[in-house]
């Protein structure tokens, strides 16, 4: 079954303790994306990459990392976060850019 | 980045009832995308529309791109409860832009 995995679903944490978010995926695509989704917002994209070891910003990439060492794989990493990074997190994969975008089940971040 | 605005932001339909949303750019865009989005999961495709003044229909539901390619509609006839959903369009490229939703329930 085609599937983009997250880890954890939910996640608390306290300002500035370093914290990553996993992503998986198990269709061999090229792209994934991380996306967060605030209320009144959208989705908002934060870092996206087009294949093993290019990754590129999005829209909002302040305060985010990413690594793309290999295909199925695609971590955010928040070395320091703060609490105006609270939020609901997607990891999105797609085999190219004019193809379907596979969306993980979402991890929900809280930064106290 | 181009912007997509989506109305209205939220509706609340009884069970049987036809409604419709909009998704609304001055920007062209080359495709849009509707997702459906369930509370606790991401969003799940709907449907792609390409071409200016495409229609599409998927069951109940109804997309129509516009002939400029700068804005889309989502029809839905005869809601079921079923459809309560988050309901979002999407265009662009490398970085999508994503409208902010339409927040539908639909009540038996």
């Known amino acids: 079954e085609a599937q983009v995995t997250q880890n954890p679903r939910y996640l608390i944490t306290v300002t500035g303790k370093k914290l990553t978010v996993t992503c998986s995926q198990n269709m061999n695509h090229e792209y994934m994306s991380w996306y967060r989704q605030d209320p009144g917002l959208g989705l908002r994209q934060i870092y996206y990459s087009m294949n093993v070891e290019v990754t590129d910003k999005g829209d909002v990439p302040e305060g985010y990392k990413v690594s793309r060492k290999e295909k199925r794989n695609f971590p955010l990493i928040l070395e320091s976060p703060s609490p105006n990074q609270t939020s609901l997190y997607f990891c999105?994969?797609?085999?190219?850019?004019?193809?379907?975008?596979?969306f993980g089940a979402g991890t929900r971040l809280s930064v106290l | 980045t181009q912007l997509l605005e989506q109305s209205p932001q939220f509706l609340s339909i009884q069970e049987g009832e036809n409604l419709t949303v909009y998704c609304n750019s001055s920007s062209v865009f080359s495709s849009l995308q509707w997702y459906r989005q369930e509370p606790g999961e991401g969003p799940v495709l709907l449907v792609t529309v390409v071409t200016g003044g495409e229609v599409k229909k998927l069951k109940r539901l109804t997309f129509q791109f516009g002939d400029a390619r700068k804005d889309s509609s989502l029809h839905i006839t005869a809601a079921q409860p079923g459809d309560t959903g988050l309901y979002l369009c999407a265009g662009g490229g490398y970085i999508p832009t994503f409208g902010r939703g339409t927040s539908l329930i639909v009540h038996p």
């Open positions: 999105a994969s797609r085999r190219d850019r004019k193809n379907i975008q596979y």
